[in-house]
């Protein structure tokens, strides 16, 4: 099985995930929006067992976004790196700080009913208002 590696900013986090995400997409939520400061973010889900941090565990700081979200990032440079997803036991890798690219690229735009005014979404993937649930 093919491991991907990711990390921070200023390097004090490494993290290592399967490439065998089981969805990807561009994510325009306001909170994502917001923690990258961009129009949205890529993400990958993968299952939390798949996914490891290899070093700095101690530089993750954890931010509850809401009760079925968890954003962690590394405190000394800021790099948003993953959301945690208890509920579902999955995480969600943000596909910028991988340091390869993975096999599934994103499929869709989701949470699209809240994406910034001024952004216009010019591909032809499919979008769904919020998380697609299917």
């Not at 561009?26 to 070093?55: D, E, L, V």
């Not at 596909?95 to 949470?111: D, V």
């Amino acid at each position: 099985m093919k491991k991907i590696t990711g990390s921070c900013i200023c390097g004090r986090v490494e993290f290592t995930v399967a490439d065998q995400f089981v969805y990807a997409g561009y994510c325009h939520c306001s909170m994502c929006r917001k923690s990258s400061g961009a129009a949205g973010t890529a993400i990958g889900g993968i299952p939390k067992n798949q996914f490891s941090i290899t070093k700095g565990l101690h530089n993750i700081k954890r931010y509850k976004r809401t009760a079925e979200s968890v954003s962690c990032f590394c405190e000394h440079c800021g790099s948003t790196l993953y959301g945690e997803k208890p509920s579902i036991q999955m995480v969600h890798v943000r596909y910028g700080a991988l340091n390869n690219s993975p096999t599934l690229l994103p499929q869709a735009h989701m949470h699209v009913s809240s994406k910034a005014d001024w952004y216009e979404i010019s591909d032809e993937l499919p979008q769904f208002s919020e998380f697609p649930t299917a």
